[in-house]
């Protein structure tokens, strides 16, 4: 049973920072692709950010691009989403999924995510 918990949402004020992290427990294989989606009120989940492994492979969303960082930690287990240059429009509830993918390519943001955490709240204002 894998188990993910987000932590570090939070409120800020527009151009802030924030640096979200999950934290990944529990698994009986290694789950090499990791991601971060986002739900804001009204609209529909979207990918956010993936990662394949140690950073071999790392994707963005065109609306994040350039101001998002994903990172993994595998000594700590965790995935760290630094958001910074924050909008009202990344106002959303953040959620961290994994799943196992046979090569890099194949970690993808419309792959099947098997395992989610409960979410983190962010604000921006």
């Known amino acids: 049973h894998v188990q993910l918990v987000e932590s570090g949402g939070g409120s800020v004020q527009a151009g802030g920072s924030l640096r979200l992290s999950c934290g990944v427990s529990?698994?009986?294989?290694?789950?090499?692709?990791m991601a971060w989606f986002r739900r804001a009120p009204g609209k529909q989940r979207e990918a956010v950010a993936v990662?394949?492994?140690?950073?071999?492979?790392?994707w963005y969303s065109d609306s994040v691009k350039g101001r998002f960082a994903i990172s993994r930690d595998s000594a700590k287990n965790t995935v760290d989403l630094q958001m910074n240059s924050l909008k009202p429009e990344d106002t959303a509830t953040y959620y961290c999924?994994?799943?196992?993918?046979?090569?890099?390519?194949?970690?993808?943001?419309?792959?099947?995510?098997?395992?989610w955490g409960q979410g983190t709240q962010v604000t921006v204002s």
């Open positions: 990662i394949y492994d140690a950073a071999v492979m790392t």
């Open positions: 529990g698994y009986a294989y290694y789950r090499n692709c």
């Open positions: 999924a994994a799943a196992v993918a046979p090569y890099s390519r194949a970690c993808r943001p419309d792959m099947d995510y098997r395992d």
